[in-house]
């Protein structure tokens, strides 16, 4: 099995590809957590490491994520077989008053990438409403999206409404979106902040550890 093609496949977004290899690994009976872990993980990391370095850009990750994304859409009967468990488990959405998701999306997209299982709740999302999905899924991380200054209030207001439901030492909140700083994250008390999808795998693993 050529694995080198298969961490190309994904890096250079061609899904059709990496779903063949993908399945040609499983047929000739590769684990497949160690096809996740030791391959296709690496490779979204490879596609995050070119786009700090300004080698990729938004377009480019986006094709990259697809090509994953539809080798996940194969492997995950197989893990649920073996009993194997996400990196973590992701809450997301964009806050209240915000519709803006393209952003948001990609960073889906890559925590997907980056082994971790999402739970999109969307956009214009409202304190409650988070608070609401974060009782009814046991989740590690809550990542809050906002793309307008107007809507940052609503930021801090889903920090402080986890706060008050009890809950907030349950969870991981990073936050992150054009008009965010680290200052701000600090200022609202969330635990980071990423200023891209790339930065935001990295941030994820870090605060679960």
């Known amino acids: 099995m050529d694995f080198n093609a298969l961490r190309n496949a994904v ?3 061609d899904a059709k590809t990496t779903r063949t290899l993908v399945q ?3 047929t000739a009976g590769h684990d497949p957590r160690e096809l996740v872990t030791q391959h296709l993980i690496p490779a979204m990391d490879e596609v995050g490491r070119r786009f700090e370095c300004n080698d990729f ?4 990750m986006l094709i990259a994520a697809r090509a994953m994304k539809a080798a996940l859409e194969i492997v995950k009967p197989y893990l649920a077989a073996t009993g194997a468990k996400p990196t973590g488990r992701v809450l997301i959405g964009t806050v209240k ?3 803006h998701d393209i952003g948001k999306n990609l960073v889906c997209a890559m925590l997907e990438g980056g082994g971790f299982e999402v739970i999109d709740l969307g956009v214009d999302v409202a304190p409650e409403k988070f608070v609401s999905a974060l009782k009814e899924h046991q989740v590690d991380i809550l990542a809050l999206s906002a793309l307008l200054t107007t809507t940052m209030p ?3 207001d889903t920090v402080a409404a986890v706060r008050d439901a009890g809950i907030r030492n349950t969870v991981k909140i990073i936050v992150g979106g054009a008009p965010i700083t680290d200052g701000f994250a600090k200022e609202i008390g969330a635990d980071g902040y990423s200023d891209n999808a790339s930065a935001a ?4 693993r870090r605060v679960l550890k």
């Open 11 to 13: 890096i250079d977004g």
């Open 24 to 26: 040609e690994a499983l």
């Open 57 to 60: 850009f938004v377009p480019e």
């Open 97 to 99: 008053g915000d519709l």
């Open 154 to 156: 609503a930021m801090r």
């Open 201 to 204: 795998v990295v941030l994820a």
